[in-house]
C-alpha cells in the first residue's frame, strides 16, 4: 500500500511512496506525530537523480525487515532537497559541522522539535570499513532516545546553540574595489590546474560561475591570464568525458582531475550554466569549439529537459539499465570497441576509436570507454565524423535511457531562460528564444501568484506547496532581465522588479543589509539559513545582488541599486580568501566597477539597421551591460525615454555612471564605446 508520499508532486518523493516505511513528508503534522507518539524523528535527505541514495533506497527503505524496526520506534520523514533547499541547508550545516562532511543522502535524526542530535550520510546495510550498518544505527539511536532522553535532549539544544552562533560575519560595508579582484584573480590562479584546466584535484567540478568572473575580469581589465584559464578549462571540460560528445550537454561533475569519467548526472542547472559561459567565451574570442558547445548544450536541454507545458525538467539519473536488467551508473553513455563495430562498419569503428579514445582496456568499467576528443595529431574527414556520431547517438538512442526529474524548479529554469535567451540572439535562433519565451511564460503562469509571490516547484503543470527561495527570486529575475534586453519586451523588465520587491522586503536584513535565503514569513526552521557562498549553482544572495543590479541600471531604481552595493560587502570580505566559491559574487563586482553600462537602442524593430545596433549591443563583452531595444516612440523600457533618431536613423545610447556618450548610428562606433 503507498504512503503519505504518494500524493506529492516531487518525482524523489514518489519514487519512495511504494516503500514498506511509513513516510511523511516534511510537515507540522510529522512532528505532531513524533511528540504524540514519544518517537524520535528519521529525517532522510536526497534528490531523484542521487546515486547512493538509490543505493540506500533499495538496501534499507526498500527491506520489510528494516522498514518494520523504522515504523515501531521512528517517525520518518523524506525530504527532496531540490524541493526544500532550506530544509537542506539548516541540517547539511550540522552535519558538516559535527562530522567534517556532508553529502546525499543525508540521514539526521531529530527531537519532536526538530533538533538534531545525530548525523550520517549513507549507512550501509552491514558494517562496512568501520562503519556501521543502518540497523547498528538505527538500534543505537532507539536506544539513547529510550534509556538517556535527558542527554539527547543536552545534546540536541548544544547543537541548536552552536549553529545559532554560527551568524556569517558580513565582512565590510564597502563594495570590492580593483585590488579586492585582482587578489581574487591571484587566489584563482594559484588554485589553477594548468595541466587540466579547471581548479583543484579530484572530484572536479565545472566552475561556471569562476569562469564568468574571468571573462569580465579580462572584459575590464585585458588581463589576459584571465582569459587564458577561462579558454583553457572550458576546451578541456569540452574535450573531457565530462561532456556528452554524441548528444551534448555536461554530467555533474568528474570523478578524476583531467575530467575523464564523469558522474553521469545531467542536471538543469549545471547545464544552463555551462550553456551561457560557453556562448560568452565565444563572445569574447570567437573559439569555434565554444560556439559548437554553447548551441549544442542549448539543443540538448530544449530535446531532452523540456517539459509538455514548456518548462525545463531538472535532471537526468546517472543510471540506467545495462540491458541484462541491472541499473548501471553510466550504461547509457559509455562504448567498448565491440560495441561500436556493432553500429559501424570496420573501417568507421576504428576511426570512432581513435577520434574518441576508446580502448580495449578502457576508460570506465568493465572495458567501457567514456568517449572523448583526445588531443590527436593530424586532420580528421569532418563529414565523416559527423556521419559516425549521428549513428551513434541513433545506436545510444535505443538504449534504456536514464530516468528524468520531470521537477521544474524555478531558480533552475531562471538560468536556463537566461542561457537559451542570449545563446538563440548570438547565433541567430528564434527557435531557442522562443524556448526561453515558453519556459518564462509557465514561471508567470503557474509559479507566480497574485501577490508576485514565487512557488519553487510544480510538476505536471501542478504547482508545488514549497515557497521559493531567495535563488528562484534571484535567477528568475536574471532569466526575465536577458528576455528583456534580446526581446525589448518592457513585461518582462515588470515581471523582475515584482520579484526583487520582494527580495528588499523579505529577505534583506534592513539594518546590514545581508540576505537570507528564506523569506522573513517563511516556515521557522531551527536556524534562517543565509550563505553567500556558490555551490552548485550562484549563491541566493549573489545571483540576488547582480539581478539588483542589472534592474537598477535598466530603471534607474536607487533602491535596487544600493542593495546590491551592500550586499556585495559580503565579497569584498571573502572574494580574495575563497575566489572559487563566490564566483558569481565577483562576476557581479566586476559588472558594478564597469558600470554596469547602459545602452538604448531606438528605431523601428523591423528596419536591418536597429537590428545590427542591438545584435552589437547585447554581443558587447563589458561586463553587466544592460540593453534596451524599441521603437523611438517606445514606452516599453525605461532607458529608452525620451531617446531620438539621429538624422531619422537608428540610434544607440551608451551611459555609464550618471555620464552618457554622444549618441552613435554606426556600429563600429557603439562596438568601440562597449569595449574595454
Given amino acids: 500500500m503507498p504512503n503519505r508520499l504518494a500524493h506529492e508532486t516531487s518525482p524523489y518523493l514518489l519514487q519512495h511512496a511504494d516503500n514498506p516505511v511509513d513516510w511523511w513528508p516534511w510537515s507540522a ?36 525487515e528494516t522498514a518494520d524496526y523504522l515504523n515501531a520506534h521512528f517517525v520518518s520523514v523524506k525530504v527532496d532537497r531540490e524541493e526544500r533547499p532550506d530544509v537542506d541547508a539548516v541540517y547539511m550545516e550540522a552535519v558538516q559541522a559535527a562530522t567534517g562532511q556532508g553529502g546525499w543522502p543525508m540521514t539526521v535524526f531529530l527531537t519532536p522539535d526538530a533538533e538534531p542530535f545525530y548525523f550520517g550520510t549513507y549507512f550501509p546495510p552491514a558494517p562496512r570499513q568501520g562503519s ?50 585582482a587578489r581574487a584573480l591571484l587566489g584563482l590562479t594559484r ?17 561556471s560561475m569562476a569562469i564568468e568572473f574571468l571573462l569580465r575580469h579580462h572584459a575590464r581589465t585585458g588581463a589576459e591570464g584571465a582569459l587564458q584559464m577561462a579558454a583553457d578549462t572550458c576546451e578541456r571540460m569540452a574535450r573531457g568525458g565530462i561532456y556528452d560528445q554524441l548528444g551534448g550537454g555536461f554530467a555533474r561533475y568528474s570523478v578524476d582531475r583531467e575530467w575523464v569519467v564523469p558522474h553521469f548526472e545531467k542536471m538543469l542547472y549545471d547545464n544552463a550554466l555551462l550553456c551561457r559561459v560557453y556562448a560568452h567565451l565565444w563572445r569574447a574570442t570567437g573559439s569555434d569549439l565554444a560556439r559548437r558547445v554553447a548551441l549544442e ?37 559509455v562504448w567498448t570497441p565491440a560495441q561500436l563495430r556493432e553500429v559501424l562498419d570496420e573501417r568507421d569503428a576504428e576511426l570512432a576509436a581513435d577520434y574518441f579514445g576508446v580502448t580495449e582496456e578502457g576508460t570506465f568499467e568493465e572495458g567501457a570507454s567514456v568517449l572523448q576528443l583526445p588531443q590527436r595529431e593530424g586532420v580528421f574527414d569532418a563529414e565523416r565524423i559527423a556521419s559516425i556520431r549521428a549513428r551513434l547517438l541513433e545506436a545510444r538512442g535505443e538504449r534504456p535511457a536514464p530516468g528524468r526529474d520531470d521537477k521544474v524548479v524555478a531558480a533552475w529554469n531562471g538560468l536556463a531562460v537566461a542561457a537559451l535567451a542570449e545563446t538563440g540572439a548570438y547565433f541567430d535562433r528564434p527557435d531557442l528564444i522562443e524556448a526561453a519565451l515558453g ?24 504547482v508545488g506547496a514549497n515557497a521559493g527561495v531567495l535563488e528562484d527570486y534571484a535567477d528568475v529575475s536574471e532569466g526575465f532581465l536577458a528576455l528583456a534586453s534580446v526581446t525589448g519586451e518592457g513585461v518582462w523588465l515588470e515581471f523582475a522588479g515584482f520579484l526583487l520587491d520582494h527580495v528588499l522586503v523579505q529577505f534583506t536584513d534592513e539594518e546590514s543589509g545581508t540576505l537570507y535565503d528564506t523569506a522573513a514569513d ?19 544572495w549573489s545571483a540576488a545582488a547582480g539581478a539588483l543590479l542589472s534592474y537598477a541600471a535598466q530603471t534607474g531604481a536607487e533602491p535596487h541599486r544600493a542593495a546590491a552595493e551592500r550586499a556585495l560587502g559580503v565579497v569584498k570580505a571573502l572574494g580574495p580568501r575563497a575566489p572559487r566559491f563566490i564566483g558569481w559574487g565577483l562576476a557581479t563586482a566586476e559588472a558594478l566597477l564597469d558600470g554596469p553600462r ?11 539597421a536597429t537590428k545590427e545596433l542591438h545584435r552589437a549591443a547585447l554581443l558587447a563583452t563589458a561586463p553587466g551591460a544592460v540593453v534596451a531595444m524599441g521603437a523611438p516612440d517606445s514606452d516599453e523600457l525605461p532607458l529608452l525615454a525620451e531617446r531620438l533618431l539621429v538624422s531619422g536613423e537608428p540610434t544607440a545610447y551608451v551611459c555609464r555612471n550618471f555620464t552618457c556618450d554622444a549618441p552613435t548610428t554606426d556600429v563600429d562606433r557603439l562596438r568601440e564605446a562597449l569595449g574595454r
Avoid at 45 to 54: A, I, L, P
Avoid at 191 to 207: E, L, M
Avoid at 528 to 540: E, L
Fill in 439 to 462: 519556459a518564462a511564460d509557465l514561471l508567470v503562469r503557474l509559479h507566480l501568484d497574485e501577490h508576485a509571490r514565487l512557488a519553487r516547484t510544480s510538476k505536471d503543470g501542478r
Fill in 191 to 207: 588554485d589553477y590546474d594548468s595541466s587540466h584546466g579547471g581548479f583543484g584535484g579530484a572530484p572536479k567540478f565545472p566552475p
Fill in 598 to 608: 547602459e545602452v538604448a537602442v531606438v528605431g523601428p524593430v523591423d528596419d536591418p
Fill in 29 to 64: 503534522e510529522a512532528f505532531e506525530e513524533a511528540r504524540k507518539s514519544g518517537k524520535p524523528v528519521l529525517l532522510s535527505v536526497g534528490y531523484s537523480s542521487c546515486h547512493w541514495c538509490h543505493v540506500m533506497a533499495h538496501e534499507s527503505f526498500e527491506d520489510q
Fill in 522 to 540: 517563511a516556515e521557522k526552521l531551527i536556524r534562517r539559513p543565509q550563505d553567500p557562498t556558490d555551490n552548485a549553482t550562484p549563491s541566493g
Fill in 297 to 333: 548544450t542549448a539543443d540538448f536541454m530544449v530535446r531532452e529537459l523540456r517539459t509538455n507545458e514548456g518548462g525545463f525538467a531538472s535532471a537526468l539519473d546517472a543510471d540506467s539499465e545495462d540491458g541484462s536488467g541491472r541499473h548501471v551508473e553510466g550504461a547509457y553513455y
Fill in 132 to 181: 556501521p550498518s543502518f540497523r547498528q544505527v538505527l538500534e543505537g539511536v532507539h536506544s539513547a532516545w529510550t534509556d538517556r532522553r535527558d542527554e539527547v535532549a543536552e545534546v540536541a539544544e548544544k547543537i541548536v546553540r552552536d549553529l545559532a552562533g554560527r551568524e556569517i560575519a558580513f565582512g565590510d560595508t564597502q563594495v570590492p574595489g580593483e585590488e579586492d579582484l
